[in-house]
């Protein structure tokens, strides 16, 4: 139950840079700065967040007493509100505020997971040339020394009682090249993490074109994610994923997916968006969504020189500033034509996942699979307030092939971004000391990033490509204004999603599911 009385006098206001919608005739509001604040706000908590303007929430409910909605009703809905940081209070009303929001909860919280992430590259060899892949190609695989220093750490993390869960991505070149190796350390992992009483699990970050014949059923069996990158359909897939021979790679990957799903896994797909295949993207969404996948977009970064954004072909090998036709304005942020044409190809792919969505709605069915739980574009993080848009420096590491670790795997071919891996220490301990480029969190900022209603969600984008364009990460992005109009989009999807849900279940108010 709550207290009345506490409630009735506690002033409240509502709160600032809180984005608003509408969806199917109700409204939703979001507070970016709160964790998964996505609510459907009923009559009553829409009216009670239109008055909040400092006057106490039983002076807000006597104004609105002569409406059909009711004192009681009113204050019923407050605590809801100020769970999600929809209405802010004095300060010296906290105790008060955390009491009351608590009663909206649906049960005891559980502390969140301490996850580390790790990279391990698998190997250096691949059966494509992509052009735009950072990797330098070569027969250089992780052998058993260097896999058994990786074993170490992950168990010495474990043993120390450092993390709850271990998730690492293989990856490469193409790991899947190295299938029988990569098998052999993720059963050992598990084991020496179960020993220590923590979780190990694990994806592979595949191409999709190498299947060996029992590696669906054991990764189904085993429960490792599979990440496939695709770019596109046909002639596009064959340029931006040609073999090493030259030749396309899109009829081995429908081949390779298809097996995948045969052996009832539904793979995660991976789009890296560029010059070259920008246009034929939202073909390319559409058929994602006939076969249920769901999949994060990424524009195509040069984590090299932080130059030639949306340059798939390694063209640039020159400065940002110092191309007189390169379309960026004088923060390095993608303008004119050039922004347009990204934005206006963003819009009409979230036009055909919010139409796949409403038919999900409309059929009286979830969209399959969830958007707000599947879907990502680049390091936006729209549900969850973030300070840096990657755990590189505390939460993240990455371990090349060669007995390196880095704090990214973007970084670990430069030999000064780079330390000798070792077996004896956990890999917690190793991937948090190990910090070249700092914390990776924004000391100062800038004037615009600091105004943006956005700023929780993008924290600028990727770190190291601000680094290597800027020496310094507390600029803006250069896809910052493609991420101002993605965002609400997202939000908004999300938002539809979750009046599908509501409408199911036959509430009039609800709040977004942890995804």
Not at 15 to 38: C, S, Y
Request: proline share 5%.
């Amino acid at each position: 139950m709550h207290d009345a009385g506490a409630l009735a006098a506690l002033p409240v206001w509502r709160a600032d840079r809180l984005l608003h919608g509408v969806v199917r005739g109700q409204r939703w509001v979001h507070n970016p700065g709160v964790a998964d604040a996505l609510v459907l706000l009923s009559k009553g908590a829409a009216a009670v967040l239109d008055c909040a303007d400092g006057r106490t929430l039983g002076e807000i409910s006597a104004g609105l007493a002569q409406t059909d909605l009711g004192r009681d009703r009113l204050l019923a809905e407050a605590p809801l509100l100020l769970r999600n940081g929809l209405l802010r209070t004095p300060r010296e009303s906290g105790a008060v505020v955390a009491a009351l929001a608590a009663t909206t909860a649906a049960g005891p919280t559980r502390p969140p997971e301490r996850v580390f992430d790790l990279w391990l590259h698998v190997t250096n060899d691949c059966n494509l040339d992509c052009p735009y892949c950072y990797i330098g190609k070569g027969p250089q695989h992780l052998d058993a020394a260097v896999a058994e220093r990786a074993l170490g750490a992950i168990e010495m993390a474990a043993a120390a009682g450092h993390v709850d869960r271990v998730h690492v991505r293989y990856a490469g070149g193409e790991p899947m090249l190295r299938y029988r190796a990569l098998r052999a350390f993720h059963e050992e992992a598990t084991a020496r993490c179960a020993r220590n009483g923590v979780r190990y699990s694990a994806a592979i970050l595949t191409n999709g074109t190498v299947v060996p014949e029992d590696a669906p059923a054991w990764v189904r069996d085993e429960g490792l994610g599979v990440s496939i990158s695709i770019d596109g359909l046909g002639a596009v897939q064959d340029a931006m994923r040609p073999t090493r021979a030259g030749r396309g790679s899109a009829d081995h990957l429908r081949r390779g997916l298809d097996r995948w799903q045969q052996a009832g896994i539904r793979p995660y797909v991976l789009v890296t968006a560029g010059d070259s295949n920008l246009a034929g993207l939202p073909e390319l969404v559409s058929w994602l969504l006939q076969r249920q996948l769901g999949f994060r977009i990424s524009l195509v970064r040069d984590l090299e020189w932080g130059a030639g954004t949306l340059d798939d072909r390694h063209g640039a090998q020159r400065r940002l500033r110092a191309a007189p036709d390169a379309p960026y304005d004088a923060d390095g942020v993608l303008a004119g034509e050039a922004l347009q044409r990204v934005r206006g190809v963003m819009m009409t792919c979230y036009d055909h996942i919010e139409a796949s969505v409403a038919a999900a709605v409309d059929a009286g069915r979830a969209p399959l699979p969830s958007f707000r739980a599947t879907h990502r574009f680049c390091d936006l993080s729209p549900f969850r307030p973030i300070r840096k848009a990657c755990g590189a420096g505390s939460s993240y590491a990455a371990i090349g092939q060669d007995g390196h670790i880095s704090p990214c795997q973007a970084a670990l071919h430069h030999p000064e971004d780079r330390v000798a891996l070792r077996g004896d220490r956990s890999i917690v301990e190793q991937g948090r000391q190990h910090r070249p480029f700092g914390s990776f969190e924004r000391t100062a900022g800038n004037a615009a990033c600091n105004a943006c209603r956005h700023q929780q969600s993008c924290a600028a984008g990727c770190p190291l490509l601000l680094a290597r364009r800027d020496g310094h990460i507390d600029g803006r992005s250069p896809y910052c204004e493609v991420f101002r109009a993605v965002i609400p989009r997202i939000i908004g999807i999300a938002a539809l999603e979750l009046w599908g849900q509501a409408r199911h279940r036959g509430t009039e108010i609800r709040q977004a599911e942890a995804a």
